[in-house]
């Protein structure tokens, strides 16, 4: 415990900065600043109009951009230098960063001319110049009012960055050359604050946070983080609104930065040529390196990190609409609509083929030789068996029929398969009975196991249609544990993800310490970090103690990221608390007092999470003893180094270590202290026999005597020694305190 002599115990450190603040400011402070584009010059003070240049030398201008109503605000936006052959819309968006398009808008796009939420501005003699948009004026300038709000139409700036824009109209929506960017904050929000107090959530509660975004990989549609390696795979699509690259491909990045360590876009077309290629589905990991994936639309192919350009081969038939490893090493497993077949990957051919009543995709479980094909026209699931390569069962899916598809998997742990239909996802065991159904607010997309910590993971896409009162255009990571299914982590918003440009997907760490979530719509990939509240691995007990014993209170915690501590204490009985100053160590150690007892200690235990509190312990000090002082109140031994006293009583000192809440005593015991010096008992004399230094005084209606070597004296009535030891303790108790590391005691923790 680290402490400042002369301050009075449990009063809060000057200075000390709050350890957490509103819950989510940090990471929202950081996406406003993220979004700032490059090179933009904004205004400083946050009271004034902030301006922003855009990436054409644009100069957009709004007038509050701090503290704003969240029912509704009404600014002025100002803008000039903007291009005379390109419309813009101007509105509150959530704000995505630099080369992203800004979405969602509040209000949408204003194509009516009637939104007060957002304008419409054109270039002079543009057809929609009149009632439905307003034109330029002269140097590409326009002056307009919006009406924005904190939340509406998808868009909830309390959960992500936003930010007043300029970006090109819905007839070049890939022009990224209109953004403009002016990040706002809501009244209650502080862009600048960096952190929060937050709230308090139960002991040991997980859940997970937004680390990083990865927009290096185009629009990713399927992700795998290599066993062996550890990179993660990306297969991907072209996103044509972020830039005029086409990224479509087998992407390797680095799953701690999203860095971009490959990149292979070509694979062999029907005739053998090299063509580029998106990577629609991953199969697979390659041993040390690589994967296997499928490429639209009859191609399997396979690459590592490095590789030029992927080797594959194209099928016959139809398109290919799943693809999982096959039973032996160099085949691939691949649906292809009702027909399943397995197939060498170096030549195409097929050894094994079953065609199915209906279906597109399945989940293999190797372990117990199955797989499970899902029909979700029909509502059923197949249970094919491959070591016969026949259906060996056929059940219903609750629900299925008609619903809409979302992803088939199994639990390697278990051989459980998971079915996300619509809004649910229907669990069955390994013998096709269906044993719970999970229910969520969005359409369940995909799901990824770990095993290490039995946790199943669900990525739930938004349906994206605002028209639909049940959207809102957020997703949802969900975590249950694979055998009691319990919500196994705080249910996270995924904002902005939404299904309308493509099905998110996910991986898991091993252990569950990282996620990544696709979001195709946004053209990103979310690294997302476990995060735990603490949860007291070792709690204090009460405690008793002698007047003058050192004393140590014990507590630990757990969490992630690991917690603080700091001690605190009540002399009322557990009605108000202070914290011990310095206190921040998982020990408690100071000199026990008699006017302590009764006081109440607990450990107060704090991460990015939550607060913990251990249970409050009572000291009770009782007065010393015969051989601790020679009487009730006399000079102490030192407790710091198990040196104790004899009494007049001719009876041993007590111990001279350190009494622990926990129950141990620490140091020398049982040692004979001083001189053999006498105190006085029940109004006797005592007297010392002059060789030591003093140990006794006068006690409780008697008079004493002791004499010291050296010339060090204190002669007076018992009562002038109790007073002037209450005075002692009375200023113990006003909070001399030393560091224990120094090897001197701590005089009272209040």
Sequence with gaps: MTSTPGTAPGTPPGGQSRLRRRAGTAAVAALLLAGIPVGAAVSADAGTPKTATGPQGQKLTVSATTGLDPAQQKVRVQGEGYGLTTGIYVALCKDNGDNRVPSPCLGGADMSGGSKTSQWIVPPGDPYEGDLAQAFGPGGTFDVEIEIAQKGDGLDCAEVACSVVTRADHRAAGDRTQDVRIPVAFAGQDPGDGGGEGVDVPAGTVSYKS????????????????????????????????????????????????????????APGSTGALRASAAARIAGPLPGDGVVYNYPLRGVGSAKSGDEAATG??????????IAPGTTPGTVLVAQGATLSEIERATGTATRTLTLPGGTQFAADPERGALWYTDFTAGKLHRVDLASFTVSGSFDLPG???????????DPATGAVWVGVGRSVLVFDAAGTLVKTLVGKDLARDAAFDTASGRAYVVWQDGGDLSDPANDNNGTLTVYGTEDFAVAAQDLSLPGNHSQAGTASLAVEPGGATVFVTSPAEGKITKLVRQVSPLVTRAPADLTAKDGEEVAIRAEAE?????TVRWQVSTDDAQTWKDVEGATESALTFTARTAQDGYRYRAEFRNDVGTTRTAAVTLTVTAATGGDTGGDVGGNGDASNGAGSKGSDGSTGADGGTQSSGGSTTGDSDSTGGSGSTGTSGGSTGTSDGSGATVGGGVAGGTGTAATSGGSSLAATGATVMSVTLAAAGLVGAGVLVHRRARRRTEGAL
Excluded: C
Aim: glycine share 12%; hydrophobic share 35%; no cysteine.
């Design 313 to 322: 081969v194209w099928l016959a038939g139809s398109t290919i609409t799943d």
């Design 400 to 410: 299925g029929s008609g619903g809409m598809a979302g992803f088939t998997e199994t």
């Design 559 to 563: 969490g992630t990221p690991e917690p």
């Design 211 to 266: 680390a990083a975004d990865f927009t290096t990989a185009g629009k990713p549609l399927d992700l795998l983080l290599h066993p062996d390696s550890k990179k993660l795979y990306v297969g991907a699509d072209n996103l044509p609104d972020t830039a005029d690259v086409d990224e479509r491909g087998l992407h390797v990045l680095n799953p701690e930065n999203g860095a971009s360590e490959s990149w292979i876009s070509q």
